[in-house]
């Protein structure tokens, strides 16, 4: 069953609250971070080998129009990650896109969301995810929810 969002905050609370709290209750070596500067979740990993790992969130209303990322002159932090690629983040950043009437979602590496943009290059002011590219990939059921 297809749950839709009213925005991207929306979104974002559901994936916090229903997926990714109750999972990390299983690791108790993993903290999710409840204030947020750079990006939408960041998950710390305590213990002798800490890490911190990245996830943006987005989703897409059809009403919209367009779903891209960054500010809207093109610039900002996740096109800079997406064009300078800095290993840390290549390594440990995902994107979790999730479209009004789809049943799941996608869960992007840096590269693969790459791809996903209109001619395939982040450039300053290419952000926008092409349509087709989020409509004909198979999206992924991370969990059963209900709400």
Same mark, same amino acid.
């Given at each position: 069953m297809s749950k839709d969002f009213n925005s991207e905050k929306e979104f974002e609370g559901h994936l916090r609250?229903?997926?990714?709290?109750?999972?990390? !209750?299983?690791?108790? &070596?993993?903290?999710?971070?409840?204030? %947020? %500067? #750079? &990006?939408?979740?960041?998950?710390? !990993?305590?213990? !002798?080998?800490? #890490?911190?790992? $990245?996830?943006? &969130? !987005?989703?897409?209303?059809?009403?919209?129009?367009?779903?891209? $990322?960054?500010? #809207? %002159?093109?610039?900002?932090?996740?096109?800079?990650?997406?064009?300078? %690629?800095?290993?840390? $983040?290549?390594?440990?950043m995902r994107w979790i896109l999730g479209v009004v009437g789809k049943d799941g979602y996608l869960f992007l590496t840096n590269d693969e969301l790459t791809l996903s943009v209109n001619g395939g290059k982040v450039e300053k002011n290419i952000t926008e995810f092409g349509k087709d590219y989020l409509m004909k990939k198979p999206y992924f059921r991370l969990l059963n929810y209900s709400s």
């Amino acid at each position: 069953m297809s749950k839709d969002f009213n925005s991207e905050k929306e979104f974002e609370g559901h994936l916090r609250r229903d997926i990714i709290s109750p999972l990390l !209750k299983e690791y108790p &070596v993993y903290y999710m971070m409840e204030s %947020k %500067k #750079a &990006v939408d979740i960041l998950i710390c !990993k305590n213990g !002798k080998e800490p #890490a911190l790992f $990245f996830i943006e &969130v !987005k989703y897409h209303r059809h009403s919209h129009g367009r779903l891209g $990322f960054g500010h #809207a %002159k093109g610039g900002g932090f996740q096109p800079e990650l997406l064009i300078q %690629k800095p290993t840390y $983040f290549q390594n440990n950043m995902r994107w979790i896109l999730g479209v009004v009437g789809k049943d799941g979602y996608l869960f992007l590496t840096n590269d693969e969301l790459t791809l996903s943009v209109n001619g395939g290059k982040v450039e300053k002011n290419i952000t926008e995810f092409g349509k087709d590219y989020l409509m004909k990939k198979p999206y992924f059921r991370l969990l059963n929810y209900s709400s």
